[in-house]
């Protein structure tokens, strides 16, 4: 079963535009992952957050982790056509170093240019 | 490349049918681990491994489900007597041991996609 949800499910914004994307995990964790997978292929990885953080940035992609309210934020600036894809979060909760992920269900993100 | 690499890339088989995909992680990754993924769905955790030990196995890999790692470098994920309901892609992603971030995070393949009729 899922960890947990994101939100939304889809989002569709104009090339430039900032796009956020939400997840929402149940248990305490050692980290959260953001990846991103193009249509039918695998899944390239993004951006790792530890619980001990709260804030994470890596070129236009900035992370946001609260533990309290286990939740987590995902921001692409100035989007571009190429950010077309879904965005997966993964939640490793279990066994520090076992690392069995737990993903959401993904927002699919659509760029128009 | 040396990235994650997965054969075949797309597999066509009949219900009832046995069917072996195989996964060549990172060369220096030492643990190694399958997902599936179904259509509109995030990929869920199937098995690992940490060398040629198998260390744990979900409750999704049924009996008909099987995960070798033989000499700690490449592994198979054989499904026996394939159902319409295995239909989806198997994912294997690799990453080193310990902890950091380079060691925790685990890179992925592109993964393998079943269709059983």
Redesign the interface.
């Known amino acids: 079963s899922?960890q947990g949800e994101e939100d939304p499910q889809a989002l569709s914004i104009q090339e430039g535009e900032n796009a956020t994307m939400n997840c929402s995990y149940k248990t305490s964790i050692n980290?959260l992952?953001w990846?991103r997978q193009n249509s039918?292929?695998?899944?390239?990885?993004l951006i790792?957050i530890r619980s001990n953080e709260r804030e994470k940035h890596s070129g236009r992609l900035r992370v946001t982790l609260d533990t309290s309210k286990k939740s987590s934020s995902l921001l692409i600036t100035a989007s571009r056509a190429a950010d077309t894809a879904s965005y997966?979060c993964?939640t490793?909760a279990g066994i520090?170093?076992?690392?069995?992920?737990?993903?959401?269900?993904?927002t699919r993100l659509t760029i128009n240019p | 490349d040396t990235g994650v690499s997965q054969n075949p890339r797309h597999k066509i088989t009949k219900r009832g049918q046995n069917v072996t995909f195989r996964c060549d992680p990172i060369s220096e990754h030492n643990r190694l681990y399958w997902y599936r993924q179904t259509l509109g769905q995030g990929p869920e955790f199937l098995t690992y491994f940490q060398n040629e030990a198998q260390l744990e196995k979900s409750r999704l890999l049924s009996d008909r489900f099987s995960a070798e790692r033989p000499k700690g470098s490449f592994s198979t994920l054989e499904i026996q007597r394939t159902e319409q309901g295995d239909s989806a892609m198997y994912l294997c992603a690799s990453r080193p041991d310990g902890w950091g971030f380079y060691t925790d995070t685990q890179y992925f393949g592109p993964g393998t996609r079943l269709t059983v009729l």
């Open positions: 899922q980290n992952q990846y039918g292929r695998g899944l390239v990885h790792l997966f993964a490793d520090q170093g076992a690392q069995k992920l737990v993903f959401g269900q993904g």
